[in-house]
């Protein structure tokens, strides 16, 4: 397993995160042909992360103002752009995890056609959705400001790399 991690900074009326930043998992979930969804969705439930879901990712940028996300994963390959237009391009594969802060802009640039991830929320968190809209300013940026920091990795629990990378940032703000 490789973790990967890069800051995505405001992007027009994309808030991302300036201040926490992706954190990209590749090749950390060892998963059988069978039963893939489930296998994640109990990981994730086990350390915290639920309101789970099974799909794809949209295919226009989108992001959530209230809550971080995890993506898991489980069948075929995605482009996914991070952070608006002209964003960060990063390739999504089988097996990976990536971990969202709140206000990161994503959406399916290209997939395949098997393109499948399990998604949750720390807490079982509702979550709400924005496209990066005029109007959706200051509130979003005021429900970024107040989501914290999950208690738990929803890979690896109270003692992951996630809370790690995301506290040293914390700490150098």
Not at 18 to 34: F, H, I, M
Request: glycine share 8%; proline share 7%.
């Amino acid at each position: 397993m490789k973790i990967i991690q890069f800051l995505i900074k405001a992007n027009g009326y994309y808030p991302n995160n300036a201040a926490l930043p992706v954190v990209l998992y590749k090749a950390a979930l060892r998963l059988p042909e069978e039963d893939a969804d489930e296998i994640v969705k109990k990981l994730f439930h086990q350390h915290g992360w639920s309101n789970d879901w099974v799909n794809g990712i949209y295919p226009y940028h989108h992001y959530h103002s209230n809550t971080h996300e995890v993506l898991g994963v489980i069948r075929g390959q995605c482009t996914v752009m991070l952070g608006g237009e002209k964003g960060v391009r990063q390739v999504l594969e089988r097996g990976d995890a990536i971990v969202l802060p709140a206000g990161v802009a994503h959406r399916n640039v290209e997939s395949s056609n098997d393109f499948t991830v399990v998604g949750a929320y720390p807490d079982g968190k509702e979550y709400d959705m924005h496209y990066g809209k005029p109007e959706e300013h200051p509130l979003v940026d005021e429900n970024i400001s107040k989501v914290p920091l999950p208690r738990t990795d929803p890979l690896y629990g109270a003692n992951g790399p996630l809370l790690q990378h995301w506290k040293e940032h914390v700490l150098k703000a």
